[in-house]
């Protein structure tokens, strides 16, 4: 019963690769959980190009896609994601953070429109499944694995993840604002004893102030909701795209220092809980 978490897309916003960011990543949100042989992802930023082409020769998939949210840095690597124009692959894509009547299907639609984008996403041949549900929803995500959702603090909304896999347990809370001093319930309920909590780690305290209502937090307040919390590990995710590899360094330090084995989510990196 393994528990891993690969991180394909690190960084917050717009995609960022050069030789500043070359050691953490410039690529958007993308993450590869795998529970057993049972493969999720989160977000399609970026990132998840290059998760697609490890999975190009496999034989069918079967897999879930979660959105957090469907900002444009989550979702603009869907339409590159290979695996989606494979007909024996089959893909059910779900969301929680729309209310209005709107739906995953629709909006996704509204994302890949001409003259915005050049086809539709009945472009691709896997068979592809829509799913809406409310934050706070426990989904099923195949046998033995249980996830679990919570509504985050971000403008047009989002969700983060809980996945529970025998007695191992990984989050990820992205995109989500902070009120200093009173920290989020909706948080602190879904990370609760977590062996891994990947956190929106946008902003440093010092910088927060002039980010106040931009939807995101900082990685001192992701130590302060792990250690309320009794989770184990930080790992500081959603990248500024200011923030060069000098300066994630320094706070990798920081956060290792502060909570043994936290850490900041670079590109590549593969944790086995
Ligand atoms: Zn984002
Ligand atoms: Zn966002």
Same mark, same amino acid.
């Given at each position: 019963m393994t528990l891993s978490v690969r991180f394909w897309g690190v960084r917050g916003s717009i995609a960022c690769c050069g030789p500043r960011t070359a050691r953490y990543g410039g690529n958007t949100s993308s993450l590869e959980v795998r529970c057993g042989s049972r493969l999720l992802m989160f977000d399609a !930023?970026? =990132?998840? /190009?290059? %998760? =697609?082409?490890t999975l190009e020769g496999a034989g069918p998939i079967?897999?879930?896609l979660y959105f957090t949210h469907t900002h444009y840095d989550h979702v603009c690597g869907l339409p590159f994601f290979g695996p989606l124009? /494979?007909?024996?692959n089959r893909f /059910? %894509?779900?969301? !929680?953070?729309l209310g209005d009547g709107l739906t995953l299907r629709r909006v996704l639609s509204e994302f890949m429109i001409a003259p915005l984008f050049p086809v539709p996403p009945d472009v691709f041949r896997a068979t592809m499944e829509y799913r809406d549900f409310a934050p706070g929803d426990t989904l099923a995500a195949g046998a033995d694995v249980v996830l679990r959702t919570a509504p985050l603090n971000h403008p047009d909304g989002a969700v983060g993840y809980r996945v529970e896999y025998g007695d191992r347990s990984v989050c990820y809370v992205t995109d989500t604002e902070h009120v200093p001093g009173a920290p989020d319930k909706n948080v602190l309920g879904l990370i609760a004893g977590a062996d891994l909590v990947v956190y929106d780690c946008m902003y440093t305290d010092e910088e927060y102030n002039d980010y106040v209502g931009w939807g995101h937090s900082t990685w001192q307040e992701g130590l302060r909701l792990c250690k309320a919390a009794g989770a184990r590990r930080l790992a500081v995710f959603h990248h500024d795209p200011e923030h060069d590899d000098a300066l994630l360094e320094d706070i990798e330090a920081k956060v290792a220092a502060a909570l043994p084995g936290s850490l900041v989510a670079r590109e !590549?990196?593969?944790i086995e809980l």
């Amino acid at each position: 019963m393994t528990l891993s978490v690969r991180f394909w897309g690190v960084r917050g916003s717009i995609a960022c690769c050069g030789p500043r960011t070359a050691r953490y990543g410039g690529n958007t949100s993308s993450l590869e959980v795998r529970c057993g042989s049972r493969l999720l992802m989160f977000d399609a !930023g970026t =990132g998840i /190009r290059y %998760l =697609g082409k490890t999975l190009e020769g496999a034989g069918p998939i079967d897999a879930d896609l979660y959105f957090t949210h469907t900002h444009y840095d989550h979702v603009c690597g869907l339409p590159f994601f290979g695996p989606l124009f /494979r007909s024996q692959n089959r893909f /059910r %894509l779900w969301a !929680g953070h729309l209310g209005d009547g709107l739906t995953l299907r629709r909006v996704l639609s509204e994302f890949m429109i001409a003259p915005l984008f050049p086809v539709p996403p009945d472009v691709f041949r896997a068979t592809m499944e829509y799913r809406d549900f409310a934050p706070g929803d426990t989904l099923a995500a195949g046998a033995d694995v249980v996830l679990r959702t919570a509504p985050l603090n971000h403008p047009d909304g989002a969700v983060g993840y809980r996945v529970e896999y025998g007695d191992r347990s990984v989050c990820y809370v992205t995109d989500t604002e902070h009120v200093p001093g009173a920290p989020d319930k909706n948080v602190l309920g879904l990370i609760a004893g977590a062996d891994l909590v990947v956190y929106d780690c946008m902003y440093t305290d010092e910088e927060y102030n002039d980010y106040v209502g931009w939807g995101h937090s900082t990685w001192q307040e992701g130590l302060r909701l792990c250690k309320a919390a009794g989770a184990r590990r930080l790992a500081v995710f959603h990248h500024d795209p200011e923030h060069d590899d000098a300066l994630l360094e320094d706070i990798e330090a920081k956060v290792a220092a502060a909570l043994p084995g936290s850490l900041v989510a670079r590109e !590549g990196l593969v944790i086995e809980l």
